[in-house]
């Protein structure tokens, strides 16, 4: 584990995502006292390219695992479970992935395939 | 722009431009592709006095290691040797006098405390001699395998203002401020010298690395500034990253950065990352570089002085500093020697039976400077 000052911080977190798999698929959260903001883990501001907005093809992994983060933090760990389970089940395969990390799908079929794993 | 700073912005290896500009206003075209980097003009090879900080730690030994590589090449270089700690409250009046003198200067790294107040002589030194431009260059050693290969990086880092320019204060009892400093002077001084070092050396693309989106009036001007001297060499392609998408990219796909010209702080952390994705600091040249001055020390991570271990066993990694002090010998417009030393070590490295601990063998220093002397013609 690794605690840092705020620049340090997106710099690590880019650098350890981008050896782990990308941006794409890392999940984080935002965190204070009273509330809570989940968005995708590392390199949370980038918005992406607007061919990628057009074709559909954003990764929505991230944002699918810092979701069940939101879910466990809203004490709903079962459920957190399953997402969590779905999500990984759909990159385990390997059939259905996103552009960044190695494959052709649209974000629709990424969706698709999660809830289809879904138990 | 100075002479000297010319023959040291053209580097080993990599194609030349076909003219060379220089500071007395006529142009002279140089065959392309040439690994000698410009024509040796009578009275070349006089005798030049370095000067030689051996510094803490690991430092030492590594120097050491250049100093018996030199006598074995008979290169025409003598060392004034002084005694620096980092524990000193600042660097010696004489050893300040000596680099003016010598205008070079080769040191092994001066331990900073951490906290504490203290300044670091290694910053000490840059600031006081207005090495404005550090440069290092990570690529792939023929030879040593890493992580990623088709890594050629040459970071070019503002040495003396930014995030160290020193100035922090306590505003009341647990709230401290502390100022980054970036000033236009100096913002253009050095994006000129990464463009000029890109179209010298044949590089096709220069990289500002910056963090703008928050910090919109530092890097913002830092940018600025980068902007205006691009529009100066149509040539050369120039684009921008933000520092934490650099990282990601750097560890990702590093094959896409050429030359990245950086602000202080974010140069040392791209430049770690790149030595470290390309085989390690412990074989990354570098040099920090002024308009009258210059000191080579190991690239990367040039304030680390090694553990103690290291030093009682002698068996710190003495390649990054040959390989600066190949860039020294080109400074000083040596550059048969450089490339004699150059082919030396690269051999050493491709051969792989003498390699220290760093990159995954178990030779002591004094292995490595007996293999590279060997391998001088």
């Avoid at chain 1, 996103?98 to 395939?113: C, M, N, P, Y």
């Avoid at chain 2, 080993?12 to 065959?31: E, K, Q």
């Avoid at chain 2, 690239?299 to 860039?327: D, T, W, Y």
Wanted: one cysteine or more; proline letters at 4%.
């Amino acid at each position: 584990m690794q605690v840092t000052p705020n620049l340090y911080g997106t710099l690590v977190a880019n650098t350890a995502a981008g050896i782990a798999g990308g941006t794409g698929v890392m999940p984080g959260g935002n965190v204070g006292a009273e509330h809570a903001i989940f968005e995708q883990g590392a390199s949370a501001g980038n918005v992406g390219s607007q061919r990628l907005v057009e074709q559909k093809r954003a990764n929505p992994i991230a944002i699918l695992l810092s979701s069940s983060m939101l879910l466990r933090h809203l004490r709903f760990p079962s459920f957190a479970d399953r997402l969590d389970q779905a999500v990984m089940a759909v990159i385990r395969e390997g059939t259905y992935r996103t552009k960044d990390i190695g494959g052709t799908s649209t974000t629709q079929e990424i969706v698709d395939a999660v809830i289809a794993k879904l138990d | 722009m100075a002479h000297r700073q010319l023959s040291w912005l053209l580097h080993r290896g990599r194609g030349l431009a076909s003219t060379i500009r220089t500071s007395y206003g006529f142009d002279y075209a140089l065959p392309l592709r040439r690994s000698i980097t410009y024509m040796p003009r009578p009275g070349d090879g006089t005798q030049r006095t370095v000067t030689l900080i051996p510094g803490d730690g690991i430092g030492p030994l590594v120097t050491s290691a250049v100093v018996e590589v030199m006598k074995a090449m008979h290169a025409p270089l003598s060392f004034e040797r002084f005694e620096v700690s980092g524990k000193m409250d600042k660097v010696p009046d004489e050893v300040m006098a000596s680099i003016r003198r010598n205008k070079v200067c080769l040191k092994g790294g001066l331990a900073t405390p951490v906290g504490g107040g203290v300044s670091s002589l290694n910053v000490q030194l840059r600031k006081e001699l207005d090495l404005y431009a550090s440069l290092v260059h990570c690529f792939n050693l023929p030879g040593l395998r890493s992580r990623h290969e088709n890594v050629d990086i040459v970071v070019i880092r503002e040495n003396t203002e930014g995030e160290y320019a020193g100035l922090e204060h306590e505003v009341i009892p647990g709230v401290v401020e502390s100022l980054k400093v970036i000033t236009k002077f100096s913002s253009e001084r050095i994006a000129k010298y990464a463009f000029e070092y890109a179209y010298l050396n044949n590089r096709k693309i220069v990289t500002a690395v910056h963090k703008a989106n928050i910090m919109k009036l530092a890097d913002g001007l830092f940018l600025e500034s980068c902007r205006e001297i691009a529009k100066k060499y149509p040539g050369i392609k120039y684009n921008e990253i933000i520092v934490d998408n650099c990282c990601m990219q750097l560890v990702a796909r590093p094959e896409q950065f050429d030359v990245m010209v950086t602000p202080n702080l974010y140069g040392t952390l791209v430049a770690n990352t790149a030595a470290g994705i390309a085989g390690g600091t412990g074989v990354m040249p570098g040099g920090n570089v002024g308009a009258e001055h210059a000191i080579f020390e190991q690239g990367a991570s040039a304030g680390n002085v090694g553990s103690q271990r290291l030093v009682e066993q002698k068996r710190a990694n003495p390649i990054a500093i040959l390989l600066s002090s190949s860039m020294l010998l080109r400074h000083l417009r040596f550059p048969s020697f450089a490339d004699r030393l150059d082919q030396a070590v690269m051999a050493v490295i491709r051969e792989g039976t003498y390699r220290t601990k760093d990159i995954g063998g178990t030779s002591t220093t004094q292995e490595i400077v007996d293999a590279v002397i060997a391998k001088l013609d």
